[in-house]
């Protein structure tokens, strides 16, 4: 009598798995969910935009008059510090996946995700223009609660995309 209810009990828990592993939404587990961009979307997205509030920032890097200031993941604010009693944040230079970012020469030196850009800028940053990629250079950032590996990333990336950003679930 004991086996039939195993056997039972064993089919119930096989079907129940496989419903869940055939959903179509992939499931994520731990407490960020990775963010993908298609190559070509991510590569043609930069952009100088209007001045943004500073929210998840990063790392900071001090050009001339200029103050520029990483928000992770999304890109560089821009803040002018020619008066520093009145630091004036003047634009945003939206850039996917960028958590790091030099400067030499009006050459902006940043991590486009796992990219390396150069982008020639004007001296008041009202325009900026891509003149050098180098792909694949720097590896994927890891989730910040350490819980994705490269293998569990890969399993639910889409065809050519680019992981991009971790994003905080709600």
């Known amino acids: 009598m004991k086996k039939p209810i195993r056997a039972l009990l064993f089919t119930i828990a096989c079907v129940a798995t496989g419903m869940l592993l ?3 939404e992939p499931v994520y587990y731990g407490q960020y969910t990775p963010v993908f961009m298609a190559r070509t979307v991510m590569e043609n997205a930069i952009k100088i935009e209007a001045a943004q509030p500073l929210r998840a920032t990063g790392k900071i890097y001090i050009y001339g008059q200029y103050i520029l200031v ?3 993941y999304k890109g560089i604010h821009v ?4 008066d520093p009693a009145t630091p004036e944040n003047m634009a945003f230079l939206h850039i996917d996946g960028c958590i790091d970012m030099a400067m030499k020469n009006n050459v902006l030196y940043a ?3 796992i990219d390396l850009i150069a982008l020639k800028t004007t001296d008041n940053f009202s ?3 891509v003149t050098e990629r180098i792909k694949n250079i720097f590896p994927e950032t ?3 609660d350490r819980y994705w590996s490269s293998y569990y990333v ?5 065809k050519g995309a680019i992981l991009v950003a971790w994003k905080k679930k709600s």
């Open 142 to 144: 890891e989730s910040p």
């Open 79 to 82: 803040i002018d510090n020619s």
């Open 111 to 113: 991590d486009n995700a």
């Open 154 to 158: 890969n399993q639910f990336r889409p």
């Open 70 to 72: 990483n928000e992770k």
């Open 22 to 24: 055939s959903s179509s």
């Open 127 to 129: 325009s900026v223009q």
